[in-house]
Each structure stands twice: as structure tokens, then as C-alpha cells.
């Protein structure tokens, strides 16, 4: 069953971020299986899937960080690769757990990242504002709790105010309280700085507090992408529990992973 709704051909949503038919193959491993991704500008789109669901290698791909097998992108009216420089000052990214130097501080690494993209001194006191780092700014890196990695990554994302972030499980090792800031801070960026923000978690039920849109892998392939009120509609049509995006998410997951397992039989 096709799960994706006909977001290419409707004119009245305004996306910043298409991809193609993007195909990311490792010899005889396919990772990203002909995506076409169509997120809106302004919005925050949850992008879900299993482990190794080709979640992480999408973004990667997007950020230059691996080049596609085949397929194209476009971001923000830019086209990879012949734009890839001008796409990659406009994205703030935060993938996997970020590396830092141990013996600087919280405040010196982003100041290394800052003199990198060339923007002003304030912005390093601003990110760290903004993710709740400023008592711990002059903090040695390696003293740092792997909660307060987290969020020193996401504020070297935030540093200039970039128009689009991608950020790859953002939340990893946060206590309750600081997933509750984070997710905060995640739904007032569209409004706050006029970004659009992709968004991977395991963490479905955050997933569903923030994002307008969704897009769902397995086994690098799309399942689907459309709202949350369409996900719901496409699972009551197809008999499923539609209480809440965990229960979608797992229903389709395990509904695509049953028919492969047919179809690997005939």
C-alpha cells in the first residue's frame, strides 16, 4: 500500500528542502532507496524510521557529507552539487554526537565554529543562551555531561541563525527536563528565527509534540510523508491504530516488514 500523499504536485506548499529520487548505495547494500522528500518551509518535519532505516545517511547526504549513488536535491532554490558551498551556509546541523575538544571549553569550541562562518562575537553568548549553556560556557568540554554535549552541539547548529537546521537525535542522553527545554526550543525556532527544521528521533512522542509533517523510512525506502492528520487517516483506512504516532509508526513498520518477508518468498 502507497502511504505517500501527492505532496509534488501541490502547488500551494512552499518547500525549501526536495529531494529526487535520492539512492545512496554501498556495494551490495542500499541504504537510501529512491527518496523523494518535499519538506515546507517554516515547518518542522520528524523524520522517523527503524535503525539503519537510512534516516542518518539521508541527512548526511544533504549536508555533503556523502555523496548520493543517484538522484538529486534541491535546498532553499540551490541544487547539489553545483551549489553545494552557498547550500551549506545556510544549514545548521547536529549529527549523531557531536566531537569537541576535551581541554577547551563550551564557549571556546563554538567560538572555533563562529571564526569559522565568520559571524560576530555575540553569537557564541546568544547559542549558548538559547540552550541553557550560559553558567557553563567557560566549562572544560571533557567536563561536560553527555547531556551537555548534547546541547553544545545544538547550539553550535543554532550559532548565526541559519534558516535551516537538521538535527539527528537531538535529545540522546537528556534527562526529562532537558528533552522537555530542548523540544521547547525546537518548536519556537519557526517562528522564533524563520527556520525550517529537520528532525530525526526514536523518541516518538516528541516527535509528535513538534512537527507539522512527517516522513517515515524502512529500509531506505519512504513509506510515507504527509501531516499528522493524514498519517492517521491512511492508518484507519488501512485497519490500523491510530492513537498516537507510536502506534502508526510501529503498525506501518511492522505492516512494510511483513509483505517484504511475503514477497521475499515468492
Known sequence: MNYITDRATDHTTDC???????????????????????????????????????????????????????????????????????????????????????????????DIIRRILKLPKSTVDEALELVGLTEFGDRLAKKYSLGMKQRLGLAGALLGRPPILILDEPTNGLDPSGIHEIRNLVKSLPTLYDCTVLISSHMLSEIELMA????????????????????????????????????????????DNTTRKQRAKL
Not at 525506502?221 to 484507519?236: K, M, T, Y
Open 16 to 110: 525549501i528542502i526536495t529531494t529526487e529520487q535520492l539512492t545512496k548505495k554501498y556495494k551490495n547494500f542500499t541504504s537510501v532507496n529512491n527518496v523523494s522528500l518535499h519538506i515546507r518551509k517554516g515547518s518542522i518535519y520528524g523524520f522517523l524510521g527503524p535503525n539503519g532505516a537510512g534516516k542518518s545517511t539521508t541527512m548526511k547526504m544533504l549536508l555533503g557529507l556523502t555523496k548520493p549513488t543517484a538522484g538529486s536535491f534541491t535546498i532553499d532554490g540551490k541544487h547539489f552539487p553545483a551549489d553545494r558551498l552557498a547550500i551549506l551556509k545556510e544549514i545548521g546541523s547536529f549529527i549523531e554526537s557531536p566531537s569537541f575538544y576535551s581541554n577547551l571549553t563550551g564557549r571556546e569550541n563554538l
Open 212 to 255: 507539522n509533517d512527517i516522513g517515515i523510512l524502512n529500509h531506505g525506502r519512504l513509506l510515507f510523508e504527509g501531516s499528522l492528520d493524514e498519517l492517521r487517516r491512511n492508518a484507519l483506512q488501512a485497519g490500523f491504530a491510530a492513537d498516537n504516532l507510536e502506534e502508526m509508526f510501529l503498525s506501518m513498520i511492522d505492516n
